[in-house]
C-alpha cells in the first residue's frame, strides 16, 4: 500500500484545495492530510478564518482523504514521515525548493504539483472584499463573515457551480 502525505491549512475550502487532494490520493492508496493547527500558523503569521477543528472536520467529510493529522511546526515532517510509514509527500508547485520538505528526501519521494489556475484562498478572500490590500495575508471581520455565512447574501455567479461541486464530494 502506498501511502501519501500532504501539508496546508485548509482554510476556505475550495476547488483548489480539492484538485491537491485528487491528485495527491491518485498517486497512493492512502491519503494522510497535515492541517495547521491556529498556534501554528499564529507562528507562520497566518490566520485561517476556520478554527482547526472545523478544518480538520472539513477534510476528513473529502472522500480523498483517508486521515487528518495536526501540524503542529516545521520540524516534525520528518517525524511524521516514518510515523505514519509514508512514501510519497505531496506539496503545491508554489513549496517547490523549500527545505522543510527537500530534507525529506532521503526518507520518501517528494513531488510538486502545479498548483490548479486562477484559484487560492488569498484570490477569494480578495474579490469578496475581505483582503487587507496592505497584506497578502488577511483576515474577515465579523461582520463580514456574517455576511458570507448568512443565505440570503448572493455569493456572484459561481456560487451554483460551487454548492453543486461541493455536494458532489460528499
Known amino acids: 500500500m502506498k501511502r501519501v502525505l500532504t501539508y496546508g491549512t485548509f482554510d476556505l475550502l475550495h476547488f483548489g484545495h480539492i484538485e491537491i487532494l ?6 497512493g492508496d492512502y491519503l494522510v492530510v497535515a492541517v495547521s493547527t491556529d498556534e501554528f500558523n ?3 503569521g497566518k490566520k485561517a478564518y476556520h478554527d ?3 478544518r480538520k472536520k472539513m477534510l476528513e467529510a473529502v472522500r480523498y482523504v483517508d486521515l487528518v493529522i495536526p501540524e503542529n511546526n516545521w520540524k516534525q515532517k520528518r517525524d ?5 510509514n509514508i512514501d510519497e509527500v505531496i506539496m ?17 519521494e517528494v513531488t510538486y504539483l ?8 488569498t484570490k477569494i478572500k480578495k474579490d469578496l472584499g475581505l483582503a487587507d490590500p496592505k497584506k497578502t495575508k488577511s483576515t474577515a471581520s465579523d461582520k463580514q463573515r456574517k455576511a458570507i ?6 455569493r456572484g455567479r459561481h456560487s451554483l457551480r460551487f454548492a453543486t461541486f461541493f455536494k458532489s464530494l460528499f
Open 80 to 84: 511524521d514521515v516514518k510515523r505514519y
Open 114 to 121: 502545479p498548483r490548479t489556475a486562477g484559484i487560492s484562498t
Open 52 to 54: 482547526y477543528e472545523t
Open 92 to 108: 503545491g508547485s508554489d513549496w517547490e525548493g523549500n527545505e522543510n520538505f527537500e530534507c525529506l528526501r532521503d526518507l520518501c
Open 149 to 154: 455565512a448568512s443565505p440570503s447574501i448572493s
Open 42 to 44: 499564529a507562528i507562520k
Open 22 to 27: 485528487r491528485r495527491a490520493k491518485a498517486r
